[in-house]
């Protein structure tokens, strides 16, 4: 069974950084990514990264500004959030999939809340 914690989430000023973290257990995925949730909206993706780490894919609204990794030895997969907006206040949620072009399992979320 695949499990996936995310952590890092949290209040921060416009233009402030997060990084966001999460760890995956149970097997390593062949790809991960990141989608978000805003009150009101539907998720939306943010961001993905391959099996290697050297796929990487944006949302038009993030590129630029976030940076997807992955550690495979530590079978964690990062989001280093920079010049944050309030506009990207959002539950952040991780997910993995078994193939690549499948998402197969999510996180609970992290609340990322960033204030003007």
């Known amino acids: 069974q695949v499990q996936l914690v995310e952590s890092g989430g949290g209040l921060v000023q416009t233009g402030g950084s997060l990084r966001l973290s999460c760890a995956a257990s149970?097997?390593?995925?062949?790809?991960m990514g990141w989608f978000r949730q805003a009150p009101g909206k539907e998720r939306e993706f943010v961001a993905t990264i391959g099996r290697t780490g050297g796929q990487t894919y944006y949302a038009h609204s993030v590129e630029g500004r976030f940076t997807i990794s992955r550690d495979n030895a530590e079978n964690t997969v990062y989001l280093q959030m920079n010049s944050l907006r309030p506009e990207d206040t959002a539950v952040y949620y991780c997910a993995g999939g078994k193939y690549s072009s499948t998402w197969d399992y999510w996180g609970r979320g992290t609340q990322v809340t960033v204030s003007s």
């Open positions: 149970g097997r390593t995925l062949s790809r």
